[in-house]
């Protein structure tokens, strides 16, 4: 079973962090400012590669963007891939500056 707990600091940047029985298995480093939710970088343990790991991290972001009223810059490349591979799941987050 997997679990993903979300951190921010009191700067206002942090991460979704992924773990499943065995520990830590990867982030997604996030920073806030304003309205938008900027995503810098995906990254999951080589080990658990093609397990759909990466999407899950993104299902979290994009539920707590959409919670919380954030628009999200998608900096990191495979968030941005994402955004434009499926515009029609993002378009109410995307902020495509």
Known sequence: MTEIKFE???SSRGSFKLYDESGFIGEMAVGISG???TVYHTEVKPE?????????LLEA??????????????????VHAQFKRHRELYSDVWNGR
């Open 8 to 10: 921010l600091d009191e």
């Open 61 to 78: 972001m994009v539920a707590y963007a959409r919670q919380n009223k954030f628009t999200v810059i998608p900096i990191c490349p495979f």
């Open 48 to 56: 658990a590669s093609g397990k759909g790991y990466s999407k899950l």
């Open 35 to 37: 309205n938008d939710l």
